[in-house]
């Protein structure tokens, strides 16, 4: 049977308030470990980690939840978190972290986690507070974004004058792919005291362009978590853009559509070396709009440039173009078999079901 994890507002309360105070001491009612065990049961199912009895996996959930929790506050407190994060990381964060760690150890090599997610769905925030818990239990963990495979500037701009349907950086073909699979291959092939370069972009750069600067030697990197807002997604068939959702409408549309489709075989040898794949998915994939909206506005009212309402509305139909989410990212949600677990991300960016592809 197919784990699935729901957590409601109610709950979501309940538990952080019991959280803070065990925090403060070690010994708990019935009423305050009802709900503890609950979780924990429902979790560990979802993220395989059911072996232990559900009380001694309490134990170990709370032991871990206090190693990590002063770090993990001094970055949430000090950054945009409200409390309410403290039951993400309970219900998501230390879970996760615990298979990877897991996995990291069954495998004997450092392993890559692929997170596939769009705009505002917390893939740099899950970043950041899976290296912050792995660090603090002995993993070295390494952010690798697709944006930082991006092909330089100058590469780009022949690229345009080949194809100049690619007036923005991100669709399939802006990519070095060849740097990318050299580079989660290095990684996946640790050599403890040989320092790996790892490419890095600013999209900064060129107005707002971006192009490639130094890259970053790591080494000893034991976990790697590689998201972009299309890993993992695989081609799909010809057909289905005969019919395909808004704003793919006209016949331009539907060629541009499978051209993307087409150049995506390119990328599956990238997809190849990730040993998980986890979804980021919004309740409703329009959300990545009024995120975006919404991100916009805010770097407007600080006096940073930013783009209108109306270059939004086009800058994201060009996306929905090139990779539409209910063509590409629906399926792996909906059919086992390629993604590993999904998470619902609602309106206000809160993770709130957790489950494995098609429960």
Known sequence: MLGRFELHDQDEMGLQEILLVLLERDQMSDAERSPLLASVAATAKVFGLAQAPVEQALDERLARFRQVYSGLAAWANADFWDAAWVTTAWNFWLPLAMQLSI???????????????????GKTTLGRALTLILQAWGDRTFSLSLDDLYKTYADRLQLRQRDPRLIWRGPPGTHDIEMGLSVLQALRQRQVDQPIAIPRFDKSLHQGAGDRVASELVSGIDIVLFEGWFVGCRPVEPSCFERAPFPIQTEADRTFARDMNARLHDYLPLWNCCDRLLILYPADYRLSRVWRQQAEQKMRSQGKSGMSDAEIEAFVDYFWKALHPELFVTPLVRQPGIADLVVEIDARHRPQKIAQPGA
Not at 114 to 121: A, S
């Open 103 to 121: 996995l990291r150890r069954e495998a004997q090599r450092p392993i890559v986690q692929g997170v596939l997610g769009g705009q505002g769905t």
